[in-house]
């Protein structure tokens, strides 16, 4: 694996990148479009950096399990006997085949390929006919385990077991998003989308909202105009925060504890290097991105509701609370389909950061100091 990105990007380049905001500029275009590079993002980023694999609600019960994939690594989380959520490698002990798949209840996972099978804890219960082999013990193994914490509902994982703790690292986050109490919505809805873009192409595009004025120029410009949006600082700390205060009144029913002025917000966040929720006055959306390679990258759009609003909701009201979300993710697709033709164009340059282009400006530095 490369191990500096040096090997790859001008000096220069980087040190564009990392300068004050005001002198600061685009990461450069190999930055998005080399396979090595995604190689290194894995190593560093995602497989030592918090994923959000989940919601809380999702796995409610002792047995409820959900599988995801962390870029290449098969993770299952799982609430265990003890109603403890965990997070483990799907793949078996004995020749890599994933345990299980999906999601569901159960009561212990057995691989189908030769059926050893583990209990929720990840131990290993039983090796059917595995007698005789020398110092292998089936109580002394167990699937390898990932860290976890539960954030506002989101269920976050982290395959370096010794990593930083994730909660304290987003405290300043937390004082700006705690009254919208994202930990009692639930999934309303999801929609799903495959796309042959770099993964940072959809984070830069979910995080400024400098682009109202041309994507969003007939929808959200006229209610959140790019103008009036902002950044505030995150002292180096792995999360961004975008508010663009509204210029109506949000619809009821609102949320309970939120100012004045978040009636009228729409915000969106991020906690690097992939995690991205936004919320307004009567609802959020989480964006679970996967990235699967340079170019090719999941995405799933889930509406978030309080339990008592969906509740209330006929599956035509979700439906179409849902198109909205969806309507505004298709308009952004034609900008992130433009820019990842672009980025792969001989002739492409790095470009300049503007003042509304805080955010990206903090996930590069944050991208660079992984990295770099
Ligand atoms: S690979 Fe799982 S039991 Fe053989
Ligand atoms: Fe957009």
Known sequence: MPSRLTEFLAQTQLEGAAAPLPEAWTLPP???????????????????????????????????????DVVGQPVVVVR????????????????????????????????????????LDGNLRSAPMMQGVEGFQVRSARLPQLALE???????????????PLTPQLSGLHQLVRNYRFGDLVISGTAEFDSPWNWKVLVENFMEAYHHTGTHQNTLESIYPARDSSVPDNDDQPWAFLRMPGLVDAEP???????????????????????????????????????????????????????????????????AALELVRGVHLEDIEANDGVWRGLQAPLTVQGRLGPYEKAIWQLNRYWLRMLA
């Open 30 to 68: 190999a930055a998005y479009t080399l396979p090595a590079i995604f190689q290194m993002e894995a190593a560093r980023l995602f497989h030592g950096g918090w994923i959000c694999v989940a919601r809380e609600e999702q796995l409610g019960a002792p047995g409820d399990y959900l599988c995801a």
């Open 80 to 119: 265990d006997k003890a109603g403890e959520l965990r997070a483990m490698s799907s793949i078996c002990l004995h020749r890599a085949m994933p345990v299980v798949e999906g999601s569901g209840h159960a009561t212990r996972f057995v691989c189908p390929y030769h059926r050893w099978t583990y209990e």
């Open 150 to 164: 539960v954030w506002e509902g989101f269920v976050f994982v982290n395959c370096d077991r010794s990593a930083e």
């Open 253 to 319: 029913p609102v949320l309970p504890d939120l100012s004045d002025a978040q009636q009228r917000d729409l915000f969106a966040a991020a906690v690097f290097p992939t995690f991205l929720f936004a919320g307004t006055a009567s609802s959020g959306v989480w964006y679970q991105l996967e990235p699967h390679a340079h170019d090719a990258m999941h995405l799933r759009v889930h509406l978030l509701l309080p339990q008592s609003v969906r509740d209330a909701m006929s599956s035509a009201e979700l439906d």
